[in-house]
């Protein structure tokens, strides 16, 4: 488990360094503020090293807030980490700022050498939605414009493919949520794409990722009820959702879309932990009404037909 005395953590995503180390990087704010709704606005990222999932080094913070005036000069918000082919890593985050209120979402890029130290391009941003296919703020449709938490790998066709927690720019407005698209052939330039998927019942469809378990691509991301429509508020056992698909690029088929029995996992990532075992590493919300902010140590998943489940009943499900 990764529990911080001081600092909540929240969301968070892999990556795995040369020597086979995990790497983990993590929203986290300041239990100074005492209310932890406060804390999306005070966001920072931090990261750990780990050689089994369960046992954490603190590293180095990787990235707090630019300095103002900037598009994310308020704070940094959850994404992902690849290394290209220059050998160079890159963080591809989320940033909101003060201008906007902290409402718009774009989406940005820090590069390091050696995954500890992480600099800003001095013209970081690389995304934000495109008004042809995605909701817009300006429509007062929803309460925030929904462009992050950016996923981001290599395709079969070569290039680079960017999945984004996205809402389309019509239909019903409580459940408009579709898996954003932007694609790169270099990671350096980038352009937004249609939407990968149409409305399915979630408002939000938080935090995604697109992995091939045992010859099967499944899409997970993250929804709690206060924000999916009735049918699949009917359909959860837990915020976790998962649905199988033809690639990583779907489509998915969400009429086969299920949960995991979990009632406080959140932002989980299915992660390799050794050659063919796959866990979900993602945090502790809320249990009993309180919120926790703590990394809990990996679930195994398997496999089973076209659906994901525990191998095990989580000890305690907290």
């Known amino acids: 488990?990764?529990?911080?005395?001081?600092?909540?953590v929240w969301d968070s995503?892999?990556?795995?360094?040369d020597d086979g180390s995990h790497h983990l990087f993590f929203l986290r704010a300041s239990r100074a503020l005492l209310d932890p709704d406060r804390r999306h606005l005070r966001a920072s990222i931090g990261h750990a090293r780990s050689?089994?999932?369960t046992h954490w080094e603190l590293l180095p913070d990787a990235l707090v807030a630019a300095d103002s005036p900037a598009w994310d000069d308020r704070a940094t918000w959850t994404g992902s980490v690849v290394r290209g082919d220059d050998g160079v890593w890159r963080l591809f985050y989320t940033g909101v700022s003060w201008a906007d209120d902290g409402l718009v979402q774009r989406v940005g890029v820090a590069h390091s050498e050696d995954m500890v130290s992480w600099h800003r391009r001095p013209e970081s941003q690389v995304v934000e939605a495109d008004p042809r296919w995605y909701e817009k703020l300006a429509s007062g449709d929803w309460f925030d414009e929904a462009w992050r938490d950016p996923w981001v790998f290599r395709g079969e066709d070569g290039q680079w493919h960017m999945l984004l927690t996205a809402r389309a720019a019509v239909g019903d407005p409580a459940t408009r949520s579709v898996i954003g698209h932007a694609t790169s052939p270099d990671l350096e330039h980038w352009e937004v794409q249609p939407a990968l998927s149409e409305p399915a019942g979630w408002g939000q469809m938080e935090v995604p990722q697109t992995v091939v378990v045992d010859g099967q691509p499944f899409l997970l991301f993250c929804c709690w009820d206060s924000h999916q429509g009735e049918q699949r508020q009917q359909q959860a056992t837990g915020g976790m959702w998962f649905a199988p698909g033809d690639s990583l690029l779907g489509p998915w088929d969400f009429s086969a879309a299920g949960t995991f029995d979990h009632p406080s996992l959140y932002a989980a990532r299915l992660v390799e932990a050794t050659p063919g075992q796959w866990a979900l590493v993602g945090f502790s919300d809320r249990v009993d009404g309180e919120f926790r902010g703590e990394i809990l140590d990996p679930l195994p998943v398997v496999r089973v037909g076209r659906r994901?489940?525990?191998?095990?009943d989580p000890p305690g499900r907290a």
Request: charged share 20%.
């Open 1 to 8: 488990m990764l529990r911080l005395p001081d600092h909540w």
């Open 13 to 17: 995503w892999p990556a795995r360094a």
């Open 51 to 53: 050689a089994d999932l």
């Open 308 to 312: 994901l489940q525990f191998a095990q």
